[in-house]
């Protein structure tokens, strides 16, 4: 089973001036998937696998702004039959595949958030590493 392809439908962003204030700002990311059906790729010989649409949103707590971004997953397995009759029967991945497609999109999706993030002047979604002095012995 694997992730082959990836590409970005949609990209919302906005940040609320209003809301700004010297509180604490409590990032939150959430992947979820609406939708799946199967479709052929030619790239790969006219091979079937999994479309999954899916939308992925940061928000800020207080409400301080916002950032969506919407587009499809494609996935290759070896039973695309079954997880499409579990999706349709219960909105469910099964949690193999699940655990695999959503750390991908964290990974892919939170780049790209981290970049709108400071292009708005908003937290970045993740701790930033930061270089400190060195202690004296």
């Known amino acids: 089973m694997t992730i082959v392809g990836l590409s970005l439908n ?4 906005r940040r609320d001036r209003e809301q700004m204030s010297g509180a604490e700002i ?3 990311s959430v992947p979820r998937i609406n939708d799946m059906r199967e479709v052929s790729v030619p790239s790969l010989g006219s091979k079937k696998v999994l479309s999954m649409d899916f939308e992925f949103v940061t928000s800020y707590d207080p409400k301080v702004g916002e950032i969506k971004i919407g587009g499809d997953i494609l996935y290759l397995t070896d039973d695309n039959k079954a997880m499409l009759k579990q999706w349709e029967k219960e909105k469910k991945i099964p949690e193999k595949p699940s ?5 991908y999109l964290f990974r892919r999706c939170l780049i790209k958030v981290s970049v709108i993030a400071e292009d708005l002047q908003l937290p970045p979604p993740l701790p930033m590493p930061t270089v400190k002095p060195k202690a004296d012995k």
């Not at 655990?99 to 750390?103: A, D, K």
């Open 26 to 28: 409590k990032v939150n």
């Open 99 to 103: 655990l695999e497609i959503l750390n």
């Open 10 to 13: 949609s990209v919302e962003a």
